[in-house]
């Protein structure tokens, strides 16, 4: 894992400041490059509910608690008037969301060679998710695994390798490249949707292969999203080991993931046309010093 | 007030049991036509920070709490993997923020004819934010109030009505119509920034005047936005009265509202090539039956 | 339960305003008198631990989460000083708590005939748990249902009926009377310390029958706590009906529960020397128009 | 300072392993002795509501937010029932509250030489306050300065030192001696519910001088309690220095404080009748590894 890390590492490449990492290849020009991607203009929301009905079990994480301080009772206002607000207390990992480059690190050392000790109590002093307030948008390309090997979703642990990645690119019809915003599609949601088991969600997952990190650095992927949790197969390749593929894409590539995304609706229109590549817009909320945020991502095709 | 909410009113208009008001007029069509607008791929981010030094000064409103729930203290991982988390307490009204169409009512009705008992302790049963979970993508236009009158910015109670979005508009050489989600700017985000005074900034603001509803209605514009707290001027035109425009734009219209954003970028880069419309894409998180959600919009030039 | 209810109701008893119910028989006197409880002036805490492993499984209700905000890191201060702070988020009724007398009602009416709908967003109206504040404190009384079985715990649905109370304090040679807080071990808190399964913990009970509610009102007893989470057996007498003691005690008694409290180590010594009577300071904390508080009582003996 | 602490340290008094500090010296034998101090009966309670009104100016600490999950609406129960619940975010420092042993530190040592490092984003590994669960009662004195000095209040940066402290108990009659539970009016309560200004309240405050520390300790007094915030005086005495009265009591004597406390009607039933000794119950909630605890302590004569 160490060598390949250091294999695919990006550290230095934008500057021994940088703690944006591969979101640096969204440049202005494939920005307004993908805008041609926007052909009928319908859009498609990425992000899942934030309710009690969420996939998280309890325990290290849980679903959000929305709570109404304002709906109208005891107000007594001009005109008949009457207002509602309302609180949430969640965690910022609890459903679709972003992994900044702050969320995980070994031998002590954050992307690009960022104290270790920068993430403290008071959250990621290099990395955090506000350095990426001004993306994330640019073009998307879906990848849709469990429909290419005709399956409903791939089972926990099953991994994704380079050569299925560009078999299934291929098929398609897609190229991956520069800059993208690569979303790969295991079914994971489908199976939380028909299922509805939290546990059965967060106790395992398909996914990336740890080899698939040089296959994303040699396309220079900006940004990688799914619809498991984790990006990677758990368990893991290596029994021994844990997150190895969230160590190497974050830590040495410095490459924002997006998990626990729905591309149910946006697979189904993919399909229906051919057309796997769209215009991506996924804000993050500038949470300063956050380790990650809560999305919607709007998929325009 | 009730006769101006009547005259503008856009009940039935896309059925009885529409829940999304104006947003409707974000068709595929438009948003398509949108995409023109992204011209050097350059992008803007309209979110304020997330954070303890945020405009709220408590009371009704605190700032965002996130705290870290992990930062690899305690933890003992195979291959030095450490990993950080963070949860967040926050009114989904604490920054830059929609308001869904149930967050105000007069006369027992919401938006379209819902009852206002609707709004319950458990949230929106009708309108919540999480119907607007597609959206909100499109046309996006700037007025430079404050710029077109020379100032820093507004004062509070300051009204800009039909006439001066007009003159703006014209002076900018752009025009709003039918789907376009327009933003204007009164400077109140540039006088937070200068003088960081939550107490000055929330108790009171220049905005919209009454009669700039019937603007909005007869260009049908989809959201209007702005960079202070609540789009209209407080206090407002008439003494006793309390939030007129909200009432009249988001019952009775259905206009979901975005507050609380920062132009400045925006404003400068506009102003730089006269060019005042881009590609809009602010996503709300999907909070279900949620009053309101956290943003941050992009405008992509 | 409605006609019981009619016939230990003590609406009016205290006054037409009162809002504390059977807590007005903790008189003066009684506490003084109770004072000479104190014998060897052993403290034993009936409170259970506040933290993740508590026994909430989620949904409804969950275990507290306590995050840091401050643990010294990032702190640059003279003399080399540290300083550590917490927050918390949870429900009030997550573990050891009172139900306040406006926890539950029907009828429209909570006790004393006070309107239903003085329970809005805002919280209790009336009957909030602060208006226990100075209480509770007075003659506390173990009756040991579990240790008179001869079993470790109650099965679920098991009930505890008005002449199994009078054996077991017979059997204890202990008496009840008036303004006593009376506590009885159903071995439900041993239950979850052996197999810690928060589903086994909240899926059911065993406690008292409807028909014991007369026989607290006899005795005129001034609170009922238990190791249980609810007082009542769950499931119920009556299949059709929900909570049934729960609503005689609380809205027509207008008696204050205690729930989820740890009995062990007292029962033990209660057992060794005989004694099952001692002092009892359980305050409540102080939310305004609270519906409940945590609590960690001591019985002092 | 560093001098004063190595003076009136307690390290290793009760042992290499002692948590507790000063609460060692609540014996049972002086609980039961201090049952005899339960007079008449009447119940005074010292802690301030928990609300939005409460001392908090936002910043470091806020008042606690209460907000209802359930109040009756949308349920349809058996029965007519209806039942409410509440959960609630705050800060463990928020209102009255004990400081735990973890709560500050100097030179890398807690009390007892525990290691700093056991303060992590986890909690206190050490000292938390669930080890004061089985306390903190026996017997209370209550020295009201403020009546000694015919003040309302006393002025914020005003000292309180030894010869003080032995004037006021001289003209109240009582003396202080080991495992009391020590409690000092300086009226900085009064001036809060006079003023309602929670600026006022925190920036400053008057409070124990740090000579004081050795008076505390010749009479090993158990707990220190006040209604100022941080039981020292702010602006302290040494123009350079920070919190010292705290690391002296808190780290060296591994004294457990009460702060935020309310005496108003306490001090007033203690001058009437002459008496200023009194049973104090006060248990801390039980919050694992917690660094403070809100509580409501009872003061019984």
Redesign the interface.
Known sequence: ?RELGARVRNWGRWGADDERGTTNLI??????????L????????L???????GPQ??????N???????????QV?????????????????AGSQYDSL???????KLYNGHP?DE??????GKCGI?TQ???I?GRGVLLDIARHRGVDWLEAGSTIGADELDAVAAAQGVDVGPGDILLFRTGWRAKFLTERDPHGFMSGEPGLALSSAQWLRDRDVAVVGSDNWAIEAIPGENP?????V??VLIRDMGMTLAEMLDFEELAEACAADGHYDF?F????????????S?????A?R
């Not at 440049?27 to 041609?36: D, I, L, N, S, Y």
């Not at 008037?81 to 990992?93: E, G, H, I, T």
């Not at 702050?102 to 002590?108: P, S």
């Open positions: 894992m440049t202005p020009e494939r920005v307004a490059a993908a805008a041609g926007i052909r009928t203009g319908e859009i498609f929301d992000g899942i509910p934030l309710d009690a009905d079990p309890g325990g290290v994480r849980m959000p608690i929305r709570l109404m301080s304002e709906n109208g009772q005891e206002l001009p005109g008949g008037f009457k207002w509602a607000d309302d609180f949430v207390f969640m965690p910022l990992q702050a969320h995980v690190h070994y031998d002590e270790g993430v403290t109590i008071k959250g990621a506000h307030g001004k993306g948008a021994g080991a844990l997150f190895e969230h160590m215009f817009a996924g804000p993050p909320l500038k949470f300063t010093r956050g380790v990650g809560p999305i919607n991502p709007l325009i």
